[in-house]
């Protein structure tokens, strides 16, 4: 069976992917450190290691065939976290010769993101979260070129679903459920890209095990679901089965109070997303791979509720 290393195991996408990657046949091994190694799926076989010590992680990734760097650094500490664990990932796959996958998001199109973005759309750095997602991707395209590292980049819009918590689904969109609301952080007539991340996951294993057929430096896009906010009220609706009332979120508490509180300060600078129509074109991907299955909205939606308990 192939082996695959999951850096960050314990966490959204890690966790999504462990599943996935098991139920595929593969052997499994998930990085996390201290206490959430306890809470890696079950059939993961734990790693014990810091991945910002660069000896511990070459040496954690002997016998991997595939690396999914899935390691989620706290989002006020991109600028002094992201390079170094990209560096250090682009180590551990040179000495053991694994194929690397890299979950990417939407950020690096910048504030001049559209609707269809192709692999080969032109990226801006507009915002630091996108300069930063841009430097790593060019790490790997450079490594890729110099020294033979093999990555794949999976882009998806809005991670959501799974057993982990911290999405826009369980902290913004359905966290009054219980009370009938919707919550919306947007007009809600403009589309938003989203990727359930069962779905999401299962692409990671697609890619995967076709690998020998990649090219060097491969970049992917899932098109996952793109809904409007009146759509994902309507696909909410139908997954709670009773009618929720639909309000709005508004941005101008959360600027204010991201004076003086570093996060809400980071994600009200990412809140255009919200103000800009956009879509990912996943024709590349599904041509490379097959048909993906596609789980649709309020079916992915009454999972997610389920898996976190948002209804009670």
């Given at each position: 069976?192939?082996?695959?290393?999951?850096?960050?195991?314990?966490?959204?996408?890690?966790?999504?992917?462990?599943?996935a990657?098991?139920?595929?046949?593969?052997?499994?091994?998930?990085?996390?450190?201290?206490?959430k190694?306890?809470?890696?799926?079950?059939?993961?076989?734990?790693v014990?290691?810091?991945?910002?010590?660069?000896?511990?992680l070459?040496e954690?990734?002997?016998?991997a065939?595939?690396i999914?760097?899935?390691?989620?650094?706290?989002?006020?500490?991109?600028?002094?976290?992201?390079?170094p664990?990209?560096?250090?990932?682009?180590?551990?796959?040179?000495?053991?010769?694994?194929?690397?996958?890299?979950?990417?998001?939407?950020?690096?199109?910048?504030?001049?993101?559209?609707?269809?973005i192709?692999?080969?759309?032109?990226?801006?750095?507009?915002?630091p979260?996108?300069?930063?997602r841009?430097?790593?991707?060019?790490?790997?395209?450079?490594?890729?070129?110099?020294?033979?590292?093999r990555?794949a980049?999976?882009?998806?819009?809005?991670?959501?679903?799974?057993?982990?918590?911290?999405?826009?689904?369980?902290?913004?969109?359905?966290?009054?459920?219980?009370?009938?609301v919707?919550?919306?952080?947007?007009?809600?007539?403009?589309?938003?890209?989203f990727?359930?991340?069962?779905?999401?996951?299962?692409?990671?294993?697609?890619?995967?095990e076709?690998?020998?057929?990649?090219?060097?430096?491969?970049?992917?896009?899932?098109a996952?679901?793109?809904?409007?906010?009146?759509?994902?009220?309507?696909?909410?609706?139908k997954?709670?089965?009773?009618?929720?009332?639909?309000?709005?979120?508004?941005?101008?508490?959360?600027?204010l109070?991201?004076?003086?509180?570093?996060m809400?300060?980071?994600?009200?600078v990412?809140?255009?997303?919200?103000?800009?129509?956009?879509?990912l074109?996943?024709g590349?991907?599904?041509?490379?791979?097959?048909?993906?299955?596609?789980?649709?909205?309020?079916?992915?939606?009454?999972?997610?509720?389920?898996?976190?308990?948002?209804?009670?």
């Amino acid at each position: 069976m192939p082996t695959i290393l999951i850096l960050g195991a314990a966490g959204r996408i890690g966790d999504a992917a462990a599943k996935a990657f098991l139920e595929a046949g593969w052997q499994v091994r998930g990085l996390a450190r201290n206490a959430k190694a306890n809470s890696l799926r079950p059939g993961v076989a734990p790693v014990q290691c810091d991945a910002y010590d660069r000896a511990a992680l070459i040496e954690a990734a002997k016998g991997a065939d595939v690396i999914l760097h899935a390691l989620n650094p706290k989002y006020t500490e991109w600028e002094t976290t992201v390079m170094p664990l990209a560096e250090n990932v682009m180590a551990a796959a040179e000495a053991s010769g694994a194929q690397v996958l890299f979950p990417g998001n939407v950020y690096n199109f910048g504030r001049e993101i559209g609707m269809t973005i192709r692999e080969e759309a032109q990226q801006y750095a507009s915002t630091p979260k996108a300069a930063i997602r841009m430097a790593a991707e060019a790490l790997f395209a450079e490594r890729a070129k110099s020294r033979g590292v093999r990555t794949a980049i999976l882009r998806g819009g809005d991670f959501y679903g799974g057993a982990k918590p911290e999405s826009w689904v369980d902290l913004i969109i359905l966290k009054k459920l219980k009370k009938n609301v919707f919550t919306w952080p947007g007009p809600d007539n403009l589309p938003h890209a989203f990727a359930y991340l069962p779905d999401f996951a299962r692409a990671f294993v697609a890619v995967a095990e076709k690998r020998a057929a990649l090219a060097p430096f491969e970049v992917f896009h899932f098109a996952g679901h793109t809904l409007t906010g009146r759509q994902m009220h309507a696909a909410a609706e139908k997954a709670a089965g009773r009618k929720l009332v639909y309000k709005t979120m508004g941005w101008t508490i959360p600027k204010l109070l991201g004076l003086v509180m570093p996060m809400l300060r980071e994600l009200s600078v990412m809140s255009y997303l919200w103000r800009t129509a956009h879509s990912l074109d996943g024709g590349k991907l599904e041509r490379f791979a097959g048909p993906l299955a596609s789980t649709p909205p309020e079916v992915a939606l009454r999972a997610a509720i389920a898996d976190l308990g948002l209804d009670g």
